[in-house]
C-alpha cells in the first residue's frame, strides 16, 4: 500500500525567500509522484508530477521537484515565493493502478 | 487542455432531500472518474472510482446507496447524494483521466454542499 508523509502542515516564508515542501512516500513499487496545489473554495490543479526519466522535474509557476528514491522523497521548491503562491499544497503517489493516495496538505502562507 | 468542470459550485438544501453534482470532461474523455469529498482543513478522501458504462467501485466505509454514481459517458460522472443529512455538508471534488494519460488525474473547481 502506499502512503505519502507531509511534514509541518504549516510553512511560512517571506516573499522572495525559497519555498520548501516536505514530501515523504512509502510505495512497494516504482511509484508516480505528483504535487497538486489548491485554492481556497477550489479543485486541485496539478503543479508537476514524476512518473520516469529524469528525476528533476519542473512544473508550473517556477515550481520544482526532485525524485529521491534513496530517502524516498519528493520535495517541492520554489527559488522565490510570490504572495500568489499561498495556498495548500498536496503530495501524492500512485501505484499506476488509477488510485492516488494523498499526503495531508501543507498550508504555505507568504509573508510581505 | 484536460478541463473538468462541476456543476454546481455551490449547493444548499434541506435535510432528506437529494442533490445531484455533475462532472464533466470538457476537452478530453475519460474512461475513469473519481470522486472524492474533503472536509474543513482535512485532505481529500477517495469515495469511489466509476468508469464508463459500468458500475461504480466504492471505497471501505462509503454507502453505495447513499452516494450513487453514474458514469454515463466519457465526459459525464453525476454523484447523487440521497436523503442529505448535515453530516454530509463537505467539499465534493471529482477527476478524470485523460485517454492515455492514465497516472494523471485532472481535477475539476469542486462543489460545496451544505445541508441545513
Known amino acids: 500500500a502506499q502512503s505519502v508523509t507531509q511534514l509541518g502542515s504549516h510553512v511560512s516564508v517571506s516573499e522572495g525567500a525559497l519555498v520548501l515542501l516536505r514530501c515523504n512516500y512509502s510505495s512497494s513499487v516504482p511509484p508516480y509522484l505528483f504535487w497538486y496545489v489548491q485554492y481556497p473554495n477550489q479543485g486541485l490543479q496539478l503543479l508537476l508530477k514524476?512518473?520516469?526519466?529524469?528525476?528533476l522535474v519542473k512544473g508550473i509557476n517556477g515550481f520544482e521537484a526532485e525524485f529521491k528514491k534513496s530517502e524516498t522523497s519528493f520535495h517541492l521548491t520554489k527559488p522565490s515565493a510570490h504572495m500568489s503562491d499561498a495556498a495548500e499544497y498536496f503530495c501524492?503517489?500512485?501505484?499506476?493502478?488509477?488510485?492516488?493516495?494523498f499526503g495531508a496538505g501543507t498550508i504555505l502562507r507568504v509573508k510581505s | 487542455g484536460a478541463v473538468v468542470s462541476q456543476h454546481p459550485s455551490w449547493v444548499i438544501c434541506k435535510s432528506g432531500t437529494s442533490v445531484k453534482i455533475e462532472c464533466r470532461s470538457l476537452d478530453f474523455q475519460a474512461t475513469t472518474m473519481f470522486w472524492y469529498r474533503q472536509f474543513p482543513k482535512q485532505s481529500l478522501m477517495l469515495m469511489a472510482t466509476s468508469n464508463e458504462g459500468s458500475k461504480a467501485t466504492y471505497e471501505q466505509g462509503v454507502e453505495k446507496d447513499k452516494f450513487l454514481i453514474n458514469h454515463a459517458s466519457l465526459t459525464l460522472s453525476t454523484l447523487t447524494v440521497t436523503s442529505a443529512h448535515p453530516e454530509d455538508s463537505s467539499f465534493y471534488i471529482c477527476?478524470?483521466?485523460?485517454?492515455?494519460?492514465?497516472?494523471?488525474?485532472?481535477f475539476g473547481p469542486g462543489t460545496r454542499l451544505l445541508v441545513l
Open positions: 501524492a503517489v500512485t501505484n499506476r493502478r488509477d488510485k492516488l493516495v
Open positions: 514524476y512518473t520516469t526519466g529524469a528525476t
Open positions: 477527476s478524470g483521466h485523460a485517454r492515455g494519460g492514465k497516472e494523471t488525474q485532472y
